[in-house]
């Protein structure tokens, strides 16, 4: 069982130690990183533009939402518009989801005619809709399966390839010993490792010591994941737990300045900026979210998440029904709902 000693949710007295831990340059195989922060991938959240805020914010690296292999081997529109990125995202890292090896390979091939810079592969997810496919975090439960996806991706494309893990399927059942050593061996650039098992979902809590076994037990690097919640937890987590970089994923939404050493601004005037750049970045890059506002009104209320007074703020936000209502909304109204 994790234990709250070896978690972050008690790491509290941690803080302020060492944070110039996480500034240091890390590698992925030929591709060198400014710093050890990563945005997680988030499905709904880390399209372009959010990865661009965090990325301006302060995180070295941002993946994106994970992605069907099957979209992308049939060639569906939808799931090919998963794959943008721009000049300012200077290492875009797409990540895979899929249970069939040669369909995930087949889908790296495709990405071999984007750009794309590192190619992730996701054995992390518990959502019944993946799961019960056999992709997702339900790889590892099954070693060999999640040995020849590794295998067939990394012999698809040039490109450095990465696996995000879980630590287990249960706690009686922790595999991800024996899939790191599997990664590492077939050739994988990095791993990922999210402290909690399949069956925890996103319950209890990281078990970071877990991690810390991982990293020694490897040669490449070990990114760290789970349950940091501000810049100085990232720290310690590189300080204290030995690994080569940590990944942020909820405590990013709403608040990419997670992924910088003075943390989230203390004037609204700022946050509503960044809100507002965001919303201009949605718009740049994904007109077509325009048609679901529900889903933008949802990433920028973020924002405002927690602050006195910021219910109002956000109903009023809920309320806008465009974008364009959002955005003026954004600009003029902010300074009457100052927290
Ligand atoms: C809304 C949401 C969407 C997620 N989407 C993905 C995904 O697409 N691919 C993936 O590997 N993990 C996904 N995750 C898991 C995160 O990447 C991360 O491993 C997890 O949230 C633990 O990190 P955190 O405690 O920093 O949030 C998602 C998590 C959340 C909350």
Redesign the pocket.
Known sequence: MPSSTDSFSSAGTKENRCPAAASGPFSIGTITLGNRLVL???????NLAFRLICLQCGAGLA????ISSHGLAYGQKKTLNLLQTCADENVFVA?L?GAEPSIMAEAATVLNSHKVDIV?I????PVKKVTKRGA?AALMADITRASEIIDAVISATSKPVTV?LRVGVHNDQITVFDLAHQADKLGAAAI?V?G?TWKQG?SGL?DWDIIRRVKRSVSIPVIG?????SYHQAATALSEWGCDAV???????GNPWVFSPSGTPPESAAITATALHHLDLISRFHGHLTHSPGLIKNQISRYFKGFAGASTWRRRINESSTINDLRTLLTNHAEHYKF
């Open positions: 997680a991938p988030l499905a709904g959240y880390s993946v994106s939402e994970m990540q989801f992730d996701n054995m992390g997810c997702g995000k990922t999210h909690r996103f990281a994941n789970g349950d940091i919640t990944m942020i994923g909820r405590a990013a939404i």
